[in-house]
């Protein structure tokens, strides 16, 4: 297999700022996903990290919207 066709799958919380990344899938219950989900985080969609810190909240550019997500919550939104 050529190593450019594997697809790296990484946390949110592992993303560093300033970079563009695709939604995979979200890691949670329907509540969790359901509040994704109405701030426009949803698999498919790119967005961009815009602040993420060790052990703090990411910030991420959801279409022209800034949203914050709660670190342990970032966690479980899984992107490439």
């Not at 899938?25 to 949803?42: A, N, P, Q, T, V």
């Amino acid at each position: 297999m050529n190593h450019l066709n594997v697809i790296i799958e990484k946390n949110l919380t592992d993303i560093k700022p300033r970079t563009r990344v695709r939604v995979l899938k979200l890691s949670g219950g329907d509540r969790f996903k359901e509040k994704l989900l109405c701030m426009g985080i949803l698999p498919g969609h790119e967005i961009e990290v815009l602040s993420s810190q060790k052990n703090g909240p990411v910030i991420v550019k959801v279409n022209d919207t800034r949203v914050v997500i709660g670190h342990s919550m970032a966690e479980r939104i899984i992107v490439r």
